[in-house]
């Protein structure tokens, strides 16, 4: 079975400055897929950045990147010069490519709040 | 693009009534899934269609869910009868097939439909 943690159910950052956002799964599976979507408050999911188990390079899209320490079962999310366009509910996903079928597990969220 | 569309938006109904939900995918995508949302919880897999099959449906609570997609193109959720632990917010994500081993076929979701049972 898989499972994402993510363990900060809600984090400030103050606009301009970076913040991360902790994700750590479990799996056995070795091919396995990590996905980052954001929720604002209109409700629609957002996709926002993929690491693939194989990928060599930490994935990057504009001012997100993701950490990814595959040692660690880690794949943090890094929001760069935070936005106040930024504030939304932040959820980390896996998907797994053998017996996962094409379902996404999913974390708890974080909910992150940019201040000036 | 249309993205992916859901009505409605929001469903307050009473225990032991029947909701509806549906679920309108991006046009031309042949994967379509359910997730729900509980208050406070993770999001979790309710099932997975390939057109109009059910591929899995792992995910469904019990047998007052009934998910369908007739044609293989817009999905319906049905509950009935629908219970308070019911409540949340249940989205709908589509993606394309982009052959078998691709991990990345994004999936796309839907805004959401809240549902409150009182």
């Known amino acids: 079975a898989q499972k994402i943690t993510q363990t900060q159910p809600g984090m400030f950052v103050q606009e301009k400055e970076a913040v991360t956002l902790d994700c750590t799964y479990d799996t056995s599976d070795p091919s396995y897929g990590l996905f980052w979507y954001k929720q604002p408050s209109s409700g629609e999911m957002i996709f926002l950045i993929y690491?693939?188990?194989?990928?060599?390079q930490n994935a990057t899209e504009g001012r997100y990147s993701l950490n990814f320490q595959k040692a660690r079962k880690s794949a943090n999310l890094v929001i760069s010069a935070s936005q106040l366009g930024d504030s939304a509910m932040y959820f980390c996903a896996m998907r797994v490519l053998t017996g996962g079928g094409n379902k996404l597990t999913f974390g708890t969220g974080t909910q992150l709040k940019v201040e000036l | 693009e249309a993205g992916v569309t859901q009505f409605p938006s929001h469903s307050v109904i009473e225990k032991g009534q029947t909701v509806t939900l549906r679920c309108d995918p991006i046009s031309g995508h042949d994967n379509l899934y359910w997730y729900r949302r509980v208050m406070g919880k993770e999001i979790k897999f309710l099932l997975h269609?390939?057109?109009?099959?059910?591929?899995?449906e792992s995910g469904m609570p019990n047998n007052r869910f009934l998910a369908e997609r007739t044609g293989g193109t817009y999905s319906t959720l049905k509950v009935q009868p629908a219970e308070l632990e019911d409540s949340g917010v249940y989205f709908c994500a589509s993606s394309q097939d982009r052959g078998s081993g691709r991990l990345l076929n994004e999936q796309f979701f839907g805004p959401g439909t809240r549902l409150t049972v009182l």
């Open positions: 690491q693939g188990s194989y990928d060599q």
């Open positions: 269609f390939v057109k109009e099959s059910k591929q899995d």
